[in-house]
């Protein structure tokens, strides 16, 4: 496959979530159970602390499917989960990491 | 106001008084070397008395009793380890029914953790995907939080369970504690939106064949009042889930049951014929709808819940209403004008006396029916009643007069048995003042059989009816139906004298079977306090009916 039809093939199929979360040791076990419970698979995950460090920003990069509106309410019931943004698979985050995956 | 005087205490400490302060009086576990600070702790508490359960699972499932008789959060420790991992069950099966319960677990020393220390175990790990919420406590001061926070969550919004995991040193270590946290209550709902109100109102006013559809949430909420008034007020033909039973008077002129997997062919029937389908604080479980495509198929389905995550999960909504059920009912009914669809009360008439739920031997008290309706005959609505798993469960569904809200103590998402003694033990607890009846089964009754002693000695009124079919009976009813009648593994062959087990227990208990008037023995022993084990063969052969086999629409059902 050539790069511009697999991004192509992303554009179409992929979503980027970016989640504020609190930040402790059990954040991402309870983000990630969600999807690994339910055979979803997460194609990438990004995490960094926020500010001070009270919070971090976590950014997955999934492939879209019917269940993706209810990951999404799921996710938002986490406790520690402060808010839920979804973006299109062209958000800059993951397509300026590619360059550390070549 | 003089500032208050700082107290240095321990983390052990400080949970047993949060735990005061929460209002806790009555808690259930067992302890180990990983909690045995906090139970030092407890042995001063005067305000707390604590159940020692047998068996981890059957202190789950105790505090859950408690927390289902009252709605209010109910609390069980285990210490680390085999502790822990043996409360999971009735944690999960907290969880699948949204019951707010609070389970306390000893974990071993911070700096052992992760070493494969004796009876170390990943308590928060394990725990993740079946609580509501789970903590790892890090530090003595953080209890001040996490304690509350954990009574908060575990009440707020779509109840369920929370487990805190607490390092034996942070049981031990000192603070000093100058203030003290409000306990932890459920937060406030936000409002529903009122134009979903209006909408939802006109759809119903709108409606020619309307169903009301009842869920466990209406229990939860406290809104069974409220959910019978919209009933009156728009006529809707009401149906029930397993959950919900009691929400509405069974006998209730607009009742209709419980739906389902062995609701009546009336129940299924109406169902299939509905143009609304009006769904309140229930989640669409497969138990309920069968194929989900066959559900209501020509129905528009206005769906409220307080859970958002519930909406569109199962059956897309017209109308999706996230909100405090009681609040949404309530709201609605103003806007509700007087309904004319005498034409589908008719309909839903006929299809009662056509179609009724069939319940032979009713009137023997040696048949399953009969001998549910006999106990029934012996009590009044004030008494609770609970349930194991099984066939027994499904008649005491079917059969029984459930016609309060709470009245009613089954385990349904996780469908476990073993629920059912020790779940009575703790709803005989929270109050005292009415009879508990549990409904067992001779396969479910051994999964919890130690609890017997307990019940002895807290000498709670709880009878236990035991519907002794020789076998695991809803497997035998399923390999029989389904799988060619090729029974194996659901008889039993060794079969244990249930009067000596039980008055090896302390508790002491009739066998039915002996007795030549079995409705006035049963009479005396209902009226008798405190525990008591009462038995009843049944034959195996019986079934429960109508049955929707696994994966068929509601309108497939077998028999009945
Ligand atoms: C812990 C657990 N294990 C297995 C099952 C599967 N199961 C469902 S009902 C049933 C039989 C229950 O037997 P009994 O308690 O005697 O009730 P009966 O159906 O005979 O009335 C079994 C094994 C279950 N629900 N829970
Ligand atoms: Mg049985």
């Known amino acids: 496959m050539n790069s511009i039809s697999r991004s192509e093939n992303q554009a179409l199929a992929r979503t980027v979530l970016e989640l504020d979360v609190n930040n402790h040791p059990g954040v991402m076990s309870h983000v990630v159970g969600l999807f690994s419970r339910r055979s979803y698979n997460v194609e990438g995950i990004l995490v960094m602390p926020v500010g001070n460090g009270d919070t971090s920003r976590i950014w997955l990069l999934v492939n879209e499917d019917e269940r993706l509106d209810q990951m999404v309410k799921q996710i938002e019931k986490l406790e520690d989960v402060l808010a839920v943004h979804r973006h299109g698979a062209e958000h800059e985050v993951f397509v300026r990491l590619e360059e550390f995956f070549r | 106001m003089s500032q208050p005087t700082p107290e240095t205490l321990t983390g052990a400490q400080i949970v047993v008084r949060l735990l005061e302060r929460q209002g806790v009086r009555t808690l259930a576990g067992i302890p180990g070397g990983a909690i045995l600070p906090i139970y030092d702790a407890l042995s001063k ?38 502790g822990a991992t043996n409360l999971l069950t009735a944690i999960a099966d907290a969880k699948l029914d949204s019951i707010p319960l609070v389970a306390i677990t000893g974990q071993v020393p911070r700096a052992m953790i992760g070493t494969d220390a004796f009876q170390e175990v990943d308590t928060y790990g394990l725990s993740i995907p079946i609580t509501k919420h789970n903590f790892l406590v890090s530090s003595a001061d953080d209890l001040l939080s996490v304690i509350p926070q954990a009574f908060r969550i575990a009440a707020s919004g779509r109840p369920g369970p929370v487990l805190v995991d607490i390092p034996k040193d942070v049981q031990n270590q000192l603070v000093e504690v100058s203030n003290w946290p409000d306990p932890g209550c459920a937060d406030p709902v936000p409002a529903p939106a009122a134009e979903l109100i209006d909408r ?15 869920g466990g949430g209406v229990v939860h909420s406290g809104a069974s009042g409220t959910a019978v008034s919209l009933a009156e007020k728009a006529r809707l033909p009401t149906v029930m889930t397993l959950m919900a039973l009691g929400a509405m008077p069974v006998d209730h002129p607009l009742s209709l049951g419980m739906l389902g997997m062995h609701g009546a062919r009336c129940t299924n029937l109406a169902l299939d014929e509905c143009d609304l389908l009006i769904a309140v604080g229930a989640r669409f479980d497969d138990r309920a709808t069968g194929k989900v495509a066959g559900f209501c198929p020509q129905a528009k389905i206005i769906h409220i819940d307080i859970d958002p995550s519930e909406l569109d999960k199962i059956k897309t909504a017209h109308i999706g209403i996230a909100g405090d059920v009681g609040t949404v009912l309530q709201s609605l009914l103003p806007a509700i004008a007087a309904p004319v669809h005498d034409d589908w009360l008719a309909r839903v008439a006929s299809l009662k006396a056509e179609h009724p739920l069939r319940m032979p031997g ?35 569904a079917q059969a029984y007069p459930l016609r309060r809200p709470r009245q009613w103590l089954t385990s349904g998402g996780l469908g476990t048995m073993g629920f059912g003694m020790p779940a009575a033990i703790g709803a005989a607890l929270a109050e005292p003042e009415r009879t508990v009846v549990c409904f067992t089964g001779d396969g479910s009754i051994l999964m919890n059989v130690q609890e017997l002693v307990t019940a002895a000695e807290e000498n709670v009124n709880v009878k236990i009816v035991l519907m002794n079919n020789s076998s695991l009976g809803l497997v035998f009813q399923q390999q029989t139906l389904f799988y060619g009648e090729r029974i194996y593994a659901s008889k039993f062959k060794g079969m244990p004298d249930f009067i000596r087990v039980a008055e090896g227990f302390g508790v002491p208990a009739i066998d039915l079977d002996q007795e030549s008037d079995p409705l006035a023995a049963l009479a005396r022993a209902l009226s008798t306090s405190g525990p008591m084990l009462i038995h009843a063969s049944i034959a195996m052969h019986e079934q429960v009916l109508p049955m929707v086999p696994p994966g068929a629409a509601n309108k497939e059902m077998i028999g009945g």
Do not use: K
């Open chain 2, 45 to 82: 508490s005067v305000l707390i008395h604590h159940v020692l359960a047998r068996h981890e699972q059957g202190g789950g499932f105790l505090a859950q009793g408690m927390a289902r008789a009252t709605g209010m959060p109910a609390v069980c420790m285990a210490s680390s380890g085999p």
């Open chain 2, 362 to 396: 009713i009137d023997d008290p040696r048949t399953p029916y009969g001998l549910i309706r006999a106990v029934a005959n012996c009590l009044d609505d004030a008494a609770t009643i609970t349930t194991d798993v099984g066939q027994h469960q499904m008649w005491v």
């Open chain 2, 200 to 214: 939802a109102a006109a759809m119903i006013n709108a409606a020619t064949r309307p169903i009301l559809y009842l």
